[in-house]
């Protein structure tokens, strides 16, 4: 028997885990000062002058690296808490880490530019680089991307009971999903654990099935 809840408990929960102004704000501060910082560097910079300019150079493309990495950690963890509550946490987790991959590769682009590196060889090498390492590791990656396309797709979440058909796993598994991990499912049942990879609960085909209710306990006969 569950015990009712005390009124408000819950809208004192969710209220909570909303971001306040205050930390937006933050966030979009650090963004600022990683911009102007940006900009003192290309504008006021330049990596072949003197060593006034050299030092600005060098100096603004630090502290656009480290406030622009502090902001978006910062934008990101309130987004999470923010979306959580709305898209659920699976999708919320995976969208914000797309983000973060992506401002990643922006700030490393953006560093780069404010050095006068040339991108363009560093891609020619990346790319080569990227090719050997997916052929190296396709299977791993695959079930990283197959993670991600789980986690924003959402076909089941935490705590559902599920039973996964697939000839490429090897036949079908049941029991309750009990992590979503970037590389594995793990599905929990009284008899066994299984840790599934992504890619082949990705391709195969998934029913939900009912929970099955415990055998009451048997009263002792009265006399």
Not at 32 to 52: H, M, P
Not at 87 to 93: I, K, P
Not at 180 to 186: A, N, Q, S, Y
Not at 188 to 213: K, W, Y
Request: glycine letters at 14%; proline letters at 6%.
């Amino acid at each position: 028997m569950r015990l009712p809840r005390p009124p408000g408990r819950r809208g004192e929960q969710r209220s909570a885990r909303r971001p306040g102004p205050d930390r937006w704000w933050a966030g979009g501060v650090l963004g600022l000062l990683a911009l102007a910082a940006a900009v003192t560097a290309a504008g006021y910079g330049s990596i072949r002058g003197d060593t006034a300019e050299r030092a600005l150079t060098f100096g603004g493309s630090a502290g656009f690296v480290v406030l622009g990495v502090a902001a978006l950690h910062k934008l990101t963890n309130e987004a999470s808490g923010w979306l959580a509550g709305r898209l659920g946490t699976a999708r919320s987790a995976g969208l914000c880490l797309a983000v973060r991959i992506a401002g990643y590769a922006a700030i490393v682009l953006e560093t780069l530019t404010l050095l006068s590196v040339p991108i363009g060889r560093l891609l020619l090498g990346g790319a080569i680089t990227g090719i050997i390492l997916g052929v190296a590791a396709q299977q791993s990656l695959a079930n990283v991307f197959a993670g991600i396309v789980l986690q924003l797709s959402r076909p089941f979440t935490v705590g559902d009971r599920v039973a996964v058909h697939s000839g490429g796993l090897g036949g079908s598994y049941a029991g309750t999903v009990a992590e979503m991990g970037l590389t594995f499912v793990r599905l929990t049942s009284d008899e066994q654990m299984v840790l599934l990879p992504n890619v082949g609960v990705l391709t195969s085909a998934i029913t939900p099935t009912p929970q099955t209710p415990r055998p009451a306990a048997e009263q002792p006969a009265t006399p």
